[in-house]
């Protein structure tokens, strides 16, 4: 499994802040800990944080025996350069 997390809703955040003048209602949270409540099933994990890091650990992810989770921490999207409003229509 591989999460991508960035704290928010990130393509709701992007159009509020290209259409409502960065008024931003109900779109960050805390960080989760995805890797964390994951080894606490018993599913091996890792988490990334550094983006040349991620094609190791993707390999030793899926040479794993059994379940496993990839816990990516991702850019906030509404920081990246997506054209998310076209995306949403």
Same mark, same amino acid.
């Given at each position: 499994?591989? +999460?991508?997390?960035?704290?928010?809703?990130?393509?709701?955040?992007? #159009? /509020?802040?290209?259409?409502?003048? /960065?008024?931003?209602? #109900? +779109?960050?949270? #805390?960080?989760?800990?995805?890797?964390?409540?994951?080894?606490?099933?018993?599913?091996?994990?890792?988490?990334?944080?550094?983006?040349?890091? *991620?094609?190791?650990? *993707?390999?030793?992810?899926?040479?794993?025996?059994?379940?496993? *989770?990839?816990?990516?921490?991702?850019?906030? *999207?509404?920081?990246?350069?997506?054209?998310?409003?076209?995306?949403?229509?």
């Amino acid at each position: 499994m591989i +999460v991508f997390s960035n704290s928010s809703y990130g393509w709701i955040k992007a #159009s /509020q802040k290209a259409s409502y003048g /960065q008024r931003y209602f #109900s +779109v960050d949270f #805390s960080r989760t800990e995805h890797a964390r409540v994951a080894e606490q099933y018993g599913v091996r994990s890792w988490r990334v944080e550094d983006p040349d890091a *991620l094609q190791a650990v *993707l390999k030793q992810a899926a040479e794993y025996g059994g379940p496993a *989770l990839v816990d990516v921490i991702a850019q906030p *999207l509404e920081e990246a350069n997506a054209p998310v409003l076209q995306w949403m229509g």
